[in-house]
């Protein structure tokens, strides 16, 4: 391009701008939107040339998860209590880590808090493998349940039965609100 060409189109484009409403008869609108799930396009009203500002408030609704996470030391009956701060819907036992046939387990147990109940009233039991000769199974089942967390009973079905005692378990805590 030519020097000439570049003067050319200086000149052009500072017509153009001589050409542009002054800046006091531009009108320009402010607005807020609310966030929703859906795509929004914000334009100015009738009457207006254009934005000047949007303002984005909070988002309200969809869900908000709560966790917590520690360990708990099962009694000699067979309970323990896991105290989240809130009453979850669900909390995962860490029963144990084992290898067997080269590949590597990890066992859990995830107990869901709303469904503890069958429909006879009967406790809900879950359960977890927690040897690599799968010869030891964990059960576990709801007790009671408060809004600070939920007391858990474990038993243990092998060549020794019996409640879990003293036994130390990891726990995550998640409750889901919307």
Not at 52 to 59: P, Q
Not at 141 to 161: A, C, D, L, Q
Request: aromatic share 8%; glycine share 8%; with cysteine.
């Amino acid at each position: 391009m030519s020097l000439l060409d570049n003067t050319t189109a200086l000149q052009n484009l500072l017509a153009a701008v001589d050409e542009l409403p002054a800046q006091a008869s531009v009108r320009l609108q402010e607005k807020s939107v609310e966030p929703t799930t859906s795509v929004q396009t914000v334009v100015p009203d009738s009457g207006y040339d254009g934005m000047s500002k949007v303002t984005v408030g909070a988002a309200s609704g969809g869900t908000e998860v709560k966790t917590a996470t520690g360990s708990i030391t099962t009694s000699t009956s067979g309970t323990a209590t896991v105290n989240c701060g809130f009453k979850p819907d669900l909390v995962i036992f860490h029963i144990a880590n084992f290898s067997s046939d080269g590949e590597s387990y990890e066992s859990v147990i995830a107990l869901p808090i709303a469904a503890s109940k069958s429909s006879n009233g009967n406790n809900l039991d879950n359960c977890a493998v927690e040897n690599s000769t799968f010869a030891s199974f964990i059960e576990c089942w709801p007790e009671s349940i408060t809004n600070t967390g939920v007391s858990v009973g474990f038993y243990r079905y092998s060549s020794n039965p019996g409640h879990v005692s003293k036994k130390t378990y990891n726990w995550t805590a998640i409750k889901y609100t919307a």
